[in-house]
């Protein structure tokens, strides 16, 4: 039956050219906080810091703009990252004990990173056999040629570095007991490696510390220990002094120790100090310690440690102390704090580390503390900004901002940071060459909370400008007042409440759910969960005002109904100060206080229209006056009522069945193991007759129409203004439109009055239209088209000049997108047009539309209109406007992430933002011209180039025996290809360590001609234990074969 | 001519009988004729049912031209008619066999007149036919494999549930590869009293493989739920019945040996022996109206104008750039017929296999103008 089949159009290469202009689809950048971090890394020379997650992503950042990620293939947890400073290299252990090596390479003048090699420890979780050489701590030499691996079983041994092969020159517990005192060893294991450090003057020393509390300084090339600290506690950390005489080691007691290294007594007993900034009682440990040198006043100055908090009290704090002479600030954080590092001065010349900043990565966000400036003010961070300070419940998205609005906002948003410095961002490695954008956008994400936050989402840093609240306008629970939280000059320990995040909520019912903001007037609505419609207007002044307060009836009367939802919030009395930014004019609330499901602001008519699961309302803010409530309740639904809570009611029925499922797939699992016991038949037969149960009842769906008493058929999905032709085909005015849940269109008619006689004359509103879609899907949108079929401007847009007017002339058209299909109807007479049933050909659902203008990439004159949608499969689809034509499809978030579905918003311009966790939004672009993504270099100074040998197995390299001569002996294998002609470029890997006959100095063959297999051989003596070797050859890469045996 | 008309009231039994003329060459027009009655009667506001005893007997209904022209006709010379009084009507009276074994009057009226208080159980009220409306067919069988059926449901925004319900599962089919088990939908379960169950064209465990033309290959549950439901107000399901004894076989023996996929000399004659007994013409109803099915497929939204009576949304005729309009079905819509009952007939038809299907197809589009014109039986 062909007619029903999706008419695929024409393969028309024209159009096809077209729409590879106009469409594209690309992922282009995660915006916000990394999910889940684990790992936290900074290169001084490069000025760049890589953060790591527990899903195995690297990100790197340096100055804004500047950013690369890198995914691990496996999803392990990334549990520590290193730079190999200076060279763009990256070195990451995951939790699967494997070390891998990235790289940041250039392309076409910008750079990325890519993984480049991977070594994997035997050592895996969970088994016993292997844990010996679970890697514990890694130490990166200076000189960046070796890698010193700290292990649980306490040995520790050497890599050469970038190719990873294992150096025969462990170091284990036998031989460092040798040189320890006989009543040190007492039969007692020393314990995993806890620390490496390498001695800050002498590369050839490094200072290895075990969990029993030994400290050894090794001598790498005499292999001696040169001396011996006994400490007796539990060791976490250890830190050089910049001088290399003194060391401080930190201990689970919550106590740091320093320790003096004197070479003419080889076993120290004693540490020089010892104390427990919280004691005397139980502390929890201090789990890393740093030690910075200034030269203000006293010699050792700055300390920071993390932890060391007093256990019973304060135990479930996170803290990071900081200590200067007799500053002493406890930095108390919200989140669990993952890693820290300070930037400070690198030149070993100078006599003072000097620190400007620390760079705190806590579990939910990234804290910077500016430690040039006194009082050590926080720096608002340019990225990774905590989007999720609280819950993310709603998103809007406004393009090309009006420069002067944007400033407004700024200087609101500059005005509300008074604890926080402008310095400069300390880190800023790289430099961005994506083109500045052209257009300012605003994304505003409301929360829980009650607040909305401004973000510039110009470009790829997504920036807070600005943060409104409105918890303030109601009477609530705790009114939580910002002075408590300033401590006491007397407090001990001296807390100091540092960061954003807060996931607590003082009342749920302060929730935003949905916004809307005219950029020409800066009028903006905010509206919640409990039925409240804000109306705020931009003031650069600071205000002391009453709220008006005004409350709508949207049940009108309507008998049988009793509201057993929440109740809906209190506004304050009295007159209540605004800071400068938004500030509010008049509260509306609904009645019932259910959650705001819809709402929609005309600036220019200034009015709001609201809906909620009962009705809808129109409101006059000028007047402050209501024009129309209207309940669209069916007298059946009786869920509406409920409230949000007895929403379990309807989920119960269905959770059983899933726990009966669960429950007897438990019993069938069962059956097999108590067979063999004769008194189980009854057991058995039980389990087979759950398990016949269990394929009676499975997985099924009910096939039937919907009706109209389906319940929450009333709730209000979508309301629009428009100015256009309801009544006649020849006078067009003010419209109103509203969508509802049961596939429902309600068009009023409204009279206006003209803007002289706002103040005189009322809005009325008139019942021009009602639409019932036969097919009762949600109505998700409604748009107005105009004569041309494009949509309609926005309020100002015209009266203003900032819009081509539109066509009054041709017949307007209403396009209407429900759940299932979309639909163009002609106006005034509501006539079908165009349609398309979306559901009907694919079995997905619409769950996000938008009108979109795509502008080609080869011309900027030529731009189309399309219908932007984004189904419950997580697909995006792309339609013409007003023919419905579909264009193109891409899949873009998981059919499984919901709350990924439901966050998605969709830009003016063809890009979208979805949530991918709940502290960071993916940003795509469907459209070919419009890409906002990461375009950056960094300048790297590479003496060895990896890029020729690419990626190589390693992960048997533990298991050969690396005898030099058998490696000299193995057969070797090259391609096919005796000859490899062509410019080479070689790398030879520097290894003094390497006892063979052919080790030299870095080599680097750069020789145009013929290589010979006698040159590959050469070659193959420095990549020793490759499996496979890659030889780069032009733009060709060879592969050739070393056989091991 | 004798008239019958009778009056049911609860005062009386009491028919009241009437008699006057007409001039057969000029019978006039039906709504003439009507008001005729009405007048004679003095009961110009009730509607009635007008019944006539044609020459077998039989209680017929006038209720248009053509009958009562007929009906005209066949007076020989006393036409004796019926009347009732609507909403009181007792249609079980209408059909064959009503009143041939009562010819005379008496008994007739005995028929019409029976007290409420002697009925033993109300009779069933069957509606006239012309107030009958498809509500399933079994549609385009020229063109599907004989182990497919392709069921149409229509709602026509009636009460009553579709009424079944969908599941996971998997099937076998042939591949190039050979036999391979593929994830597949089915029919779970069928609600008592619903649509699906009523019309007895689907059944449990019956495999669904296309919905509104769209295969559902591939899709997931959840996915051709959505599909049904979006279709609902006119569904169209390809299914590949569990239970393949009862599957149409077409007429012609060569054409149904052909598309059975088996050589045809080892089936011809099986095939011709029970297509000769099952197949005759006269069980197909066409009572299926094209345009009744151009308003199904477009399914109507409702739109009231602010203070005023609701009117449906006609299709603006011809607008440029429609995408979905649809070409309308073949004509050929063969609705099943209830009264038949040649059971047993296409036991073979179950040999029937999947991996037949493409032959079956090629064979079929030679077949299919033959079958065009014969028409279809379909056998339960």
Redesign the interface.
Known sequence: ???????RQGNDPQRERIKQELFAFNKTVEHGFPNQPSALAYDPQLQLMAIGTKSGAIKVYGAPGVEFTGLHKDTAAVTQIHFLSGQGRILSLLDDNSLHLWEIGGKEGHSYLEEVRSFSLPGRPGIESTSATRVTVLLLKLNLDLLCVGTEGGGVHFLQLPTFSLLDRSLFHDEVMQSAPEEYKCGKSLGPVEALQEHPQQAEKILIGYSRGLVVLWDLNTRHVDNLFLGKQQLESLVWERSGNTFVSSHSDGGYLVWTVNSSTPCTHQPTTSTIPYGPFPCKAVNKILWRTTETGCVNAAQRTVGGMPRASYGDRHCLTILQDSTHVTLDFTSRVIDFFTVHCIDQEKEYDDPTSLVVLLEEELVVIDLATPGWPTIPSPYLAPLHSSAITCSYHISNVPSKLWERIITAGQSQSANQTHGDWPICGGRSVAPESKQKELLLTGHEDGTVRFWDASGVSLQPLYKLSTANIFQTDCDHNDSLTQAGEEEWPPFRKVGCFDPYSDDPRLGIQKICLCKYSGKLVVAGTAGQVIVMYLSDEKSDHMIDVATVDLLQDREGFTWKGHDRLPPKTGSVVFAPGFQPVVLVQCIPPAAVTAVTLHAEWNLIAFGTSHGFGLFDYHRRAPVLARCTLHPNDSLAMEGPLSRVKSLKKSLRQSFRRIRKSRVSGKKRAVISNPTSKVQEANAQLAEQDAEMA?????????SADDSLSGVVRCLCFADTFL?DGTHHGPTMWAGTNSGSVYAY?LEVPSQEKFSEQSVEA??????????R?PVVSIAVLDGRGNPLPEPYEVSRDLAKAPDMQGSHSVLIASE??F?V??LPK????????L???????VRKVALVTFTSVSSEEYCENGLVCLTN?GDIHVFSV????PQVRYDCIRKEDISGIASCVFTKTGQGFYLISPSEYERFSLSARVITEPLCQVDVDRLHDLTVLRYSKLSHCLHLQFEHNEVFSCVIKICSSKYLQARMKLPVLSSPFLESPNSSADLTLDTTGELTVEDVKDFLVYVLHLDTLYVSCGRAVYEGAVNDS | MNRNPREPSAVEFGAEFRRFSLDRSKPGKFDEFYGLLQHVHRIPNVDLLVGYADVHGDLLPINNDGNYHKAITTAAPLLRLFLQRKEEADYSAFGTESLTRKKTPAALAAVLLRPDGNRKKPPIIISLPQDFRPVSSIIDVDILPETHRRVRLYKHGQEKPLGFYIRDGSSVRVTPQGLEKVPGIFISRLVPGGLAESTGLLAVNDEVLEVNGIEVAGKSLDQVTDMMIANSHNLIITVKPANQRNNIVRRGGRDASGSSGRSSDSGTSFYMASNAIAMTPSHIIQNFRPEEEEDSEDEEDLVIEGGGAAIPIGHVAASAGVTCSMPSLPRYEPHLNLRTSNGGMAASASMDTVSHKDQDMEVQAVARRSLEEDGTVITL
Do not use: D, N, W, Y
Not at chain 1, 1 to 7: I, N, S, V
Not at chain 1, 839 to 845: I, K, L, N, P, Q
Not at chain 1, 882 to 885: C, F, I, Q, T
């Open positions: 039956m062909m007619k029903f089949r999706f008419r499975p997985v099924q769906r009910r096939i039937e129409a919907r009544r008619a008139v019942l021009g239209k009602e639409i019932q879609l036969m097919h899907a299932e299909q639909k109807f002609m509501v006539s079908a047009k165009t349609k398309f049933k559901t009907a050909h694919e079995g997905c659902r499969l007003p023919a419905l034509r």
